[in-house]
Structure formats: C-alpha cells, structure tokens
C-alpha cells in the first residue's frame, strides 16, 4: 500500500457541526420503523460513477455514525444508573432489536459496496485499508450468530448490574466498591485488611451468579466462533478484532517475556515495599491488602476533593502537556460530557466512548477522591484526545484506531503527566511518591495483562472444561506471574480473584491491548526524556492518524516500534528500575 502524507494537526474547533445529508433531521435510529428504510435506500441506490460511489459512502458513514450514537447514548445512560429500569430497557432494545436486525442488510451493502465496478477507481491509498477491513467483515459475517451475539451483550449488561449493586459497609456507611477501596492506601492495617476482605467478600457472594455468567458465555462464543468456520474461538477473536498484525504466538512471546524481564523487577519493588514497611524484621509476608499504602507509612495521597478540583487540576496538567489538549478537555466538561464520581447504582470502571455523530467523546469513571482516579482520568483523556483529533477523517472506520494504538493514546498521556503533576502535589515529597508509583503501577500491571491474556487463551481454547478446571487454571496461570504477595489464608479470594476483571465477561479477548500499548508508552515516555516537545508532537501527530494506517505504521508516526517480545520489554524494564532506584 502505497502510504499517503500525513495530515496537519488541526486546531479543534468546538463549534463545528456535521449536519445531516442523507438522515433526516428528526428521524430517531432506536426505532426499526425508521431505521429500514434508510438502509433499503441505501440498498436500492446505483452509483454510476465514481463520485456517486463516493457520496454513497459518505451516507452509509453518515447513517451508521448515528446508529452507533444511538447505541452510545444508550449504553451511557445503562451504565451510569444500572438500577434505572428504563434506562436498561433502553440499551436492551437497541441491542435486541436495532442491531440484529441492522447486521444483515449491512452485509448487503458491504458486499455491494466491494462488487461495485467502480470501486477500484477510488484512491488506492486512501481506501484500501478500510477495504481490507470490509472484506474480513463479510468473510466472518453469519447469520445464525445474530442472536448469539445479542444474548452475549445481553449478559454482558448482566455484570454491570450485578457489580454495580454491590456495596459494603465500613464504619457504619453504606459505600460503592470504588469508595470503599479508598481504605486500601489508608495507613492502619486492620482497616486495610478489612476492607480488603469485605470488598472480595461481596465479590464471592455472586461467585455463584458469576460462575454460571461466565459458563453462558464461554458457550455462546464457541459456537459464534465454529459457526464462522473457526476451531475455537480465540482463533475468530483474533480475526474479528482485525489483529492483522500479530498471532497467538505473539501473544505467548509478551508472556515469556514479561516472565523473564518484567517479573524479577515487580519483585524488587515488591521486597523493598515488605522491607520499607518492616514486614521483613517482623517476619511477616507482603499481604494482598499491602500493595497500595505508602510503604513508608506517610498518609495516602489524596489530591482532591471532589470532581470539581479533580477536572480543574487534571485541565491544568493538559495546559503544560500542549495547550491545545487542555481547550478540548475544557471543552468537554463545559459540554457535560465527563460523568466522573463514584456512586451507588453506577456501573464499575471507567471508560471513554465516542458520541459518533457529534463527533465528540465522552468520560464515565468512579472518582472518590484517590490518587489512582488522576490517573484514569489522565488515561481516559488520552482516549478522548484521539477521538477528537481523528473526528474530521472522512472515512468512518477511520476514526477509531485498532485498540493497541488506542491505548497507547491513553496509557502515553499518564506518563507524560508524570513532569506536570505538581499541579495536584505541593511538596517535594508528595510530587515523588505521586510519579515513582505511576511508574511502579505501570511495569506492575504488565504481569497481571500477561495473567489475564494467557488464561483467555486456555479457557477459549478448552470450551467444554469444567468450572473445577477453570479454577485450577486460574490458579495455575496466577502463580506463574506471581511475586512474592502472600494470599494464606485465602484461597477462595485468590481462586476467583478474576471475577473482578469486568474484560473477561464484557469484552472477551480483549486485555492483550494494554500489554502492547504499555511497551509503547513507555517508548514514547523514554523520548520525551530526551526531548519533551518533540515526544508530544509526534504523539499528537500519530494520533490524527486515526486508524487510516496499519498498526506498525501508527507506532512509527509515534517514533516506536510494533514490537512486544523480550527484546523490547528488557531495555524498558532497565530504564524504569534505574528511575526506580533499584
């Protein structure tokens, strides 16, 4: 493929609109009755030149830019208030009746699309990436998976409303899970441990409603996968997310290699913590209920108030990161398109999600005033960033990027706010512990990707085991990442430990992303030690790139390389235990 120039950097402008061409104005796409016809219209019509072939897609973007708002908003909504029964009648709709019924007659339209005798009168270069797309859209499409793929999203909700109804007490309140973990960075270990056991405690107490979740879903997705002419599933995830650029055996690189370079250094850090909180000369072992308070005994970091002092200061990092990333954030709290405190009802987790026919992104977390929720709003501004700089692409599988690049867009942004985090800490101490952690945090969490990936790839690959052999499984995969973390005494915690993991049920395969992207924030983190400016720019320039290039290629536009084996992660893991000190 023939690559084309990049383009500029674009100011954001907030005042521009995408008017409606082809969707009438009025028309509602959560209603069939108005949905189908204008894709029978769409179906009907015969470009005879190019241009015409042209301004069809621009209406078929168009059309389903608004079907995914549609779904967007509804899933928004779902999510912030998971007890609302009629906001989880709305999401149910859409998914039970709009893209069922949406599925097939697209098909129709990208199978004409690709047989026109026009098309390859397009530019080459600026359509043959999403041709490819389209052509392994059609290769995997099957009709019978329709309503498998519903009743998986369907389930899917299930977890959110089972999560997000769970609360415990401590101190005679009633908390979210969110709130409640604010005790795990708290100084008095008791209350740690407490808190600890009563948040797994509520976790087991569905363990039952999970295992038999877990069990529908592990056989809906086998079957989508043989019935698209796969062995398993995991061979036609790996298709269906579009990996065109990497295999399983990739996969099971980063694993060994996370093993060989990553592991021994989580276990320095991890033996330094025992022996700064004097676990070591008490002969006592690092408990799971350890790994989040200052090790040193100093109060936890507690940077802000509330969402108010939290987007105000987090507004203020992006200024010193590049001006123009601070006006779109500002942009989106002015829009009401951030939805960050914790409360009871809300969904768990945090997310970024495109508005697709505004264009614009929206932020759902669950803030409750700790040092961690700095960094997902950090990380989830990165993902809007990219939604904003790639809104004007004209192609609409354009403005997504495959999610290894989507998250290098999020996890990059967290560690060039390493320099600028004096914003929220005042003293010379806090401003340490604040960017050492992060650092501690980010090498930390290549070993629990590595957890979460490798299990994926045995449970899809063994679709009829029992839930006895899951465990074990589990278990043994845990132990192969494991550090020196004593969990005596809790086996059962430790035995379903995953349940908490909300990608294992909602959006299955997918974690291997966040290994990927890791490795190329922390390349992206080392050049902007070398040269800060010239790091952001390139940053900034390949994510205007949206998806319109292949993976490699967007990590080169970045100044990094496509490349997660051992090789890769040694020099890193050696640039982040010298900034460690250990």
């Known amino acids: 493929m023939t690559q084309a120039a990049a383009p500029s950097i674009a100011p954001f402008d907030p005042q521009r609109a995408y008017p409606r061409r082809f969707v009438p104005k009025d028309a509602n796409l959560g209603d069939w009755v108005q949905v189908e016809p204008l894709f029978l219209a769409l179906r009907d019509r015969r470009p005879q030149s190019s241009a015409e072939l042209e301004r069809w897609l621009a209406d078929y973007f168009e059309l389903w830019a608004i079907i995914n708002e549609e ?44 047989e026109h005798p026009r098309r390859l009168e397009l530019p080459r270069e600026h359509y043959a990436l999403m041709d490819r797309m389209v052509e392994n859209h059609i290769k995997l499409f099957r009709e019978e998976n329709i309503p498998l793929e519903t009743q998986d999203q369907l389930l899917g909700a299930e977890y959110q409303k089972l999560v997000g109804a769970m609360t415990v007490e401590m101190e005679g309140k009633e908390l979210t899970l969110p709130q409640a973990s604010k005790f795990m960075d708290g100084t ?23 295992e038999t979740l877990y069990d529908q879903m592990i056989g809906l997705r086998h079957r989508i996968g043989t019935n698209a002419g796969f ?11 579009q990996r065109f650029d990497y295999t399983p055996e990739h996969c099971f690189e980063f694993h060994s290699g996370v093993e060989r370079a990553i592991l021994p250094l989580v276990r320095k850090i991890h033996e330094k913590r025992r022996a700064q909180m004097g676990l070591d000369k008490k002969g006592d072992a690092l408990r799971p209920w350890d790994t989040k308070v200052d090790p040193q005994g100093r109060a936890p970091l507690r940077p802000f108030a509330d969402a108010a002092h939290l987007v105000s200061g987090v507004a203020d990092i992006f200024t010193r990161v590049d001006p123009e990333l601070s006006a779109q954030f500002r942009f989106m709290a002015e829009e009401k398109l951030l939805d960050l405190e914790s409360r009871k009802g809300k969904a768990p987790g945090g997310y970024q999600s495109t508005l697709e026919e505004r264009r614009v992104p929206f932020i759902f977390m669950n803030a409750a005033g700790r040092d961690d929720d700095v960094r997902t709003l950090l990380h989830e501004g990165g993902h809007a960033f990219h939604a904003i700089a790639a809104r004007d692409l004209d192609v609409l599988h354009y403005r997504h990027a495959p999610m290894e690049f989507c998250e290098v867009a999020s996890m990059s942004m967290e560690l060039l706010a390493l320099p600028h985090l004096g914003v929220f800490y005042k003293t010379p101490e806090e401003l340490q512990r604040a960017r050492l952690s992060r650092l ?35 278990i043994e995969t845990y132990s192969r990442f494991s550090t020196i973390i004593d969990w005596s005494g809790f ?25 990927i992207a890791q490795l190329g924030a922390l390349q992206v983190w080392q050049r902007s030690r070398k040269d800060y400016p010239d790091a952001v720019r390139r940053y900034r320039q390949a994510l205007s790139l949206g998806g319109s290039r292949p993976l490699p290629e967007l990590f080169e536009a970045a100044g990094i390389h496509f490349k997660f084996d051992y090789d890769t992660l040694a020099p890193l893991a050696d640039a982040v235990a010298t900034e460690l000190g250990i």
């Open 491 to 515: 086996g059962e915690q430790r035995a379903y430990r995953w349940h908490q993991q909300l990608h294992l049920f909602e959006v299955p395969f997918y974690y291997i992303e966040y290994g």
């Open 188 to 210: 008095d270990r008791p209350l740690r441990q407490q808190a600890w056991e009563k948040i797994s405690a509520r976790y087991l107490q569905d363990r039952e409603a999970m």
């Open 440 to 474: 501690e945090e980010t090498v930390s969490l290549l070993p629990w990707i590595a957890v979460i990936d490798a299990f994926q790839h045995w449970a899809y690959t063994n679709p009829t085991h029992s839930r006895d052999e899951r465990r074990e499984a589990w």
């Open 71 to 114: 779904g967007a908003r509804r899933h928004i909504n779902m999510t912030l208030q998971t007890d609302d029964a009629e906001h989880e009648a709305a999401f149910k709709h859409f998914i039970e009746e709009i893209e069922p019924r949406v599925k097939p007659i697209d098909q129709e339209l990208e199978k004409a699309y690709l």
């Open 231 to 241: 062995a398993n599933y995991r061979d036609y995830a790996f298709e269906a997310k």
